[in-house]
């Protein structure tokens, strides 16, 4: 019985603090960061000020929580994607190919406002969007693997070591996305962005390596 109530606990508890997440980041695309407060967080979930503070300790801790989950999310689908791609796909192709992946998800599935209010909080509040802003996430940790798959099988020259190459991709990847904030919605995202890696890849291929 002390088990059950306890799991049931927990599943209220995860259940709120998703219900946190939703509606902070839905506020904050509304009215931008700054603009919003506990209180105004606490109202749209419907739940007193001392529930949200069992669950975050500050706004900013908010923030950084709702930035490594959607990470952590997104990452996931990445590696899933992976894992749908033939074996013997060469190291570039699996890249370029999750390029295009990641493309989709930033256009489709997180959408312009929000990555608009990611960069906001990444600008503004740099503690607690640490752990987003890192290079340590899973999915540059995918780009190094595959990396590093395509310099040990003699598909790419080791320029640089794995580590630097793949936060070269990363960079890339980060002002691709920008530059998409900047122009939206008169750049092709995923066209531009397929086009530059190519580009970069073509860079540190292997001679004879088509």
């Known amino acids: 019985m002390k088990k059950e109530k306890s799991t049931r606990r927990k599943e209220q508890g995860e259940a709120t603090k998703k219900k946190i997440y939703d509606n902070a980041l839905r506020l904050f695309v509304e009215h931008g960061v700054d603009n919003v407060t506990i209180d105004d967080i606490v109202t749209a979930v419907g739940i007193a000020r001392g529930t949200f503070y069992v669950h975050f300790e500050s706004k900013d801790a908010l923030i950084s929580a709702l930035l490594s989950s959607r990470a952590v999310i997104v990452d996931a689908d990445y590696e899933a994607f992976l894992k749908t791609l033939p074996e013997d796909m060469s190291s570039c192709d699996v890249l370029v190919a999750l390029v295009g992946k990641i493309c989709d998800v930033i256009k489709d599935d997180i959408g312009y406002e929000t990555i608009k209010t990611i960069y906001k909080v990444q600008l503004t509040s740099a503690p607690a969007a640490q752990d987003a802003s890192g290079y340590d996430r899973a999915v ?71």
């Open 140 to 210: 540059y940790r995918l780009l190094a693997d595959v990396l590093e798959k395509g310099v040990a099988q003699g598909e790419f020259r080791a320029l640089l070591p794995v580590e630097e190459l793949s936060n070269h991709l990363v960079l890339a990847l980060r002002g691709l996305t920008y530059e998409w904030c900047m122009r939206y919605p008169n750049f092709n995202f995923e066209e531009q962005a397929l086009e530059h890696f190519k580009l970069l890849l073509d860079g540190i291929k292997a001679k004879g390596k088509d």
